[in-house]
């Protein structure tokens, strides 16, 4: 099952129980629910289909695909229920996206399971991907699948979710105020983690102020006698822990590595691909590997130790499975490329971009050795949704481009920063990434390692996807799921 350390050994759901959670009319032969999906490209047999209409295409044209695929059941809207083809098994409701919804919340109230709620501006997947890792190891644990942390993805995940779960893993991502707050009310966690505040998609907000305001609203859904957990070393720590104060939450527990932490970094060492610390978690000191690079990744671990613990898990278990973390797809995933004169090392961390995300894995970059000759190069492409200091935000990434011995950009933001470089260190500048994959690629060399990093709209992925078709020696994992 997609998001889970276990399977369930009885069906996810009959059709009858999701009839009565959605309001839903039935009609044909329904079998067995094994799982559920909104995408028919991803779609297993067994599963149930919701027929969402999405931002692009509408899922009731793909209903006979899905039946032909062995979906087990699909929803539907009952306007359209007379125009679906005959033999297939439908629920029909009055919207779709609000019977998945509905189905969400009645996943969650069947479940006795801990749940944990995951925020923040940056780092929000690579937690929640730990979280299921530490949890895991104590008992049966299901997590949102991939970044689907938003209005169809929370209630998808909580769909998913076995009633024999022991704890639950949920992501909550917004992009403007107020949309955190009917994601919470559905997910009710009993431990809500905000990685940290930084200014991401602040084209939307006020200020950062405003940003951390808008992270605070999964305060707004946390189980009574539930806890907080906040980075402690970010300024907005203060500004959040008032906040759940405000919404009855007694127990806030911050992380990192000042004096105050409650779950503080006592020693780390950073390796290139790994780090190794020692920290103290609430009053219990615990060594620990983690399975990724980067100081951020170790700061974020300490709030997974925290709500692990707060949520009732074996913490020596939990820091055990965090050495099996490995970076989720566009976050950090390594490919070899069979270049000219021996080996690179592609590290695609093409998910997304803002400056803190982009400070950081400059500074993994940094770290990361090369081979013989070889050189660190950044690839870079424009942050977007910074509003109008987005080009200052560029040139400022300046000093921590000195992790790179040469930098490549596209886009007319990272211009700025371009120019803010010393000659000697600029690769290349093209106006997109398209124009600047050939410029990288014939510059590439055996033991270099390149880093590729920008905003989703930037399309640096298909630069990263590029080389690895140009200079093929493995290959780049690829995100599934989206509501057809």
């Known amino acids: 099952m997609v998001g889970a350390t276990a399977a369930a050994s009885s069906p996810l759901w009959t059709s009858a129980d999701l009839a009565g959670a959605t309001g839903g009319m039935l009609s044909g032969a329904a079998g067995a629910i094994g799982g559920v999906s909104i995408d028919t490209r991803t779609l297993q047999p067994g599963d149930v289909f919701f027929a969402i209409r999405g931002e692009n295409s509408d899922g009731h044209a793909y209903v006979r695909t899905a039946a032909d695929r062995g979906a087990a059941l699909c929803v539907v809207e009952r306007a359209r229920a007379t125009e679906m083809p005959e033999g297939v098994a439908l629920l029909a409701v009055d919207d779709v996206l609000l019977a998945l919804e509905a189905a969400g919340r009645a996943a969650r109230a069947r479940t006795a399971a801990r749940i944990v709620g995951v925020t923040g501006s940056v780092g929000k997947t690579t937690t929640k991907e730990a979280l299921l ?46 949309e955190i707050t009917p994601l919470v009310a559905m997910v009710r966690p009993h431990v809500a983690v905000v990685t940290t505040v930084e200014p991401v998609h602040i084209a939307q907000f006020d200020s950062v102020e405003a940003i951390a305001d808008a992270k605070a609203e999964i305060f707004t859904g946390v189980e009574p006698g539930g806890a907080a957990v906040l980075n402690r070393d970010n300024p907005h720590f203060e500004r959040l ?23 503080r970094l006592v020693c780390v060492k950073l390796q290139a691909q790994s780090s190794t610390a020692t920290a ?30 707060l949520a009732g898990a074996d913490l020596a278990l939990a820091a055990l499975a965090l050495s099996s973390l490995g970076p989720p797809p566009g976050r950090g995933v390594r490919t070899p490329l069979a270049v000219k004169g021996g080996l690179a090392t592609l ?42 200091a987005g080009e200052a ?82 290959a780049l994992a690829e995100p599934a799921e989206s509501p057809e």
């Open 347 to 388: 590290i695609d961390e093409t998910y997304n971009a803002n400056p803190a995300s982009m400070r950081a894995a400059l500074a993994v970059l940094g770290t990361t050795p090369v081979a013989g000759r070889g050189r660190r190069l950044a690839v870079l492409g424009d942050m977007l949704e910074l509003g109008a």
């Open 280 to 309: 103290d978690i609430m009053g219990e000191t615990v060594s620990f590997k983690i399975g990724l690079p980067g100081r951020h990744i170790v700061q974020n671990a300490l709030a997974v130790l925290a709500a692990a613990k």
């Open 133 to 178: 890792l530490a949890l895991g190891a104590d008992g049966p644990t299901h997590a949102s699948a991939a970044s689907y942390n938003n209005h169809w993805g929370v209630p998808l995940s909580l769909a998913r979710m076995p009633a024999s779960s022991a704890y639950g893993v949920f992501e909550l991502g917004m992009n403007h105020p107020g």
């Open 393 to 474: 935000m560029h040139r400022d990434l300046a000093p921590a481009a000195d992790a790179a011995d040469l930098v490549f950009c596209a886009g007319p933001l990272m211009r700025a920063l371009w120019e803010a470089l010393p000659e000697n260190r600029r690769g290349a500048w093209a106006p997109d990434a398209q124009a600047l994959l050939p410029l990288v690629a014939e510059r590439l060399r055996g033991g270099d390692v390149l880093m590729v990093k920008g905003s989703n709209g930037s399309r640096m992925g298909p630069l990263a996807r590029g080389l690895a078709e140009r200079f093929p020696a493995g």
């Open 241 to 263: 822990a008032a906040a759940a104060r405000a919404a009855g939450i007694a127990n806030i527990i911050g992380f990192g590595e000042a004096a105050e932490a409650q779950a």
